[in-house]
């Protein structure tokens, strides 16, 4: 199992939507490197949510992945903000996978609390300008992520 961090503004996607939803199509991403990552994903692994564009941004909840490889439709959609000329359905450029809500966390993690306890090297989140929405998070810093937010590893 592999543990990774998945961005959204609250507003647009937040864990609330997730959790009333109970599972997702996460789509629209438009970044190769987070693309590659999401490619990366199998079923089982971890996601933690994270808010971005809010004051404070940080980790709220945690996601299980539940299917991979999937087509991202909305790049077909003319109407839809990710639509994609160049993409083409026999050769479709952008992935999407399907998350299931495990948890909501009792507080916030914030990136100002993440940066007092992480290095770059530790949790790529940190670094000033970080724009992925999609982030591998290692063994050990995920671990340390739960034992800072005070909630039992999941397994």
Known sequence: MAWWLMKSEPDVYGIQHLQAEGTTLW???????ARNFM????????????????????????????????????????????????????????????LAYRTTFPAMLTLDALREHFTVEDLVVVRRGNRLSILPVADASATRIFRLLGVAPEA
Request: aromatic residues 12%; proline residues 10%; charged residues 25%.
């Open 27 to 33: 789509d629209g991403i438009r970044n190769y490197q």
């Open 39 to 98: 490619r990366a994903m199998q079923s089982g692994d971890r996601a933690f949510f994270y808010h971005s564009n809010v004051s404070p941004p940080g980790i709220v909840g945690l996601m299980e992945v539940i299917e991979t490889g999937l087509v991202d439709p909305s790049q077909f959609d003319p109407t839809s903000k990710y639509f994609d000329p160049a993409s083409k359905p026999e050769a479709p450029r952008w992935d999407c996978a399907r």
